[in-house]
């Protein structure tokens, strides 16, 4: 495969790669479509719920991108956990016996205020348009996202979702039943993007062994659609997938597959 200047001409895309990203919440890491946004390849819509990670997304956003302050979910009434550190706060309840295991966590994820939110299914929001990839990370509420979006993921080519491997909060869904839920809708997973780990308590950061007292807690996993089954999808979805497998997440192998197919049905001659 040659480098993703070469791919983006041969594969000529009619259009601006579209993509969404739920809990849009400006952290410490950078959005893994960065360089797609700044070199202007794609236009991006973010859901951001709480009001001033809203306020700093909007005041930062480009021209290429526009930021919503919907709490995206299954349309119904829950309550908004708001934690300590706002990267824990979640509509499911903390689960202190669980992160009581965890060095630090108690404190970040001390409830300080209940909040009222009504959420928006994503196949309800209007003037949304194709999803070509979606990002998401909601701290528990993705399986419920994934199951009231149904008719939007039917267009969907990859997304990346941040999936829990150890329970932070009640009644929270974690990777089996999310994974379980994407490969119904013709999603497979094609590799970890990023893994959390976090020392156990008692251990502490400065402590000798910390490296080797470590639970897995979370990831962000890449799911594309069924390599085996691209004759589900049309030319312009396979010119996303693949340009987003490339640019994005440097996985040359799924961006040569959708790109022979591509070539086999003579949609691209290069």
Known sequence: MRDTHDLRRILAPRRLTEVVDIGANPLEDEAPYLAMLRAGRCRVTGFEPQPEAWR?????AGDLERYLPHAVGDGREHTLHVCAWSGFSSIFEPDPAQLALLTDFPRMAQVVERLPVTTT???DVPDLGVVDHLKIDVQGAEL??????????????SL????GFHRLYRGQPTFA???????GQGFVPQGFVTTKTWPLAPHEWADPDEGRARQLVEADVLYVRDLTRLD??????LRHLALVAAEVYDQVGVARIATDELRRRGAVTA
């Open 56 to 60: 700093r997304l909007q005041q930062a």
């Open 121 to 123: 299914r994503l196949d």
């Open 144 to 157: 419920m996202i994934f199951q009231a979006a149904r008719e939007t993921l039917a267009a969907t080519t």
């Open 160 to 163: 990346q979702v941040e999936v």
């Open 177 to 183: 039943e999310v994974d379980l839920e994407l490969r």
């Open 232 to 237: 589900l999808l049309d030319d312009e979805q």
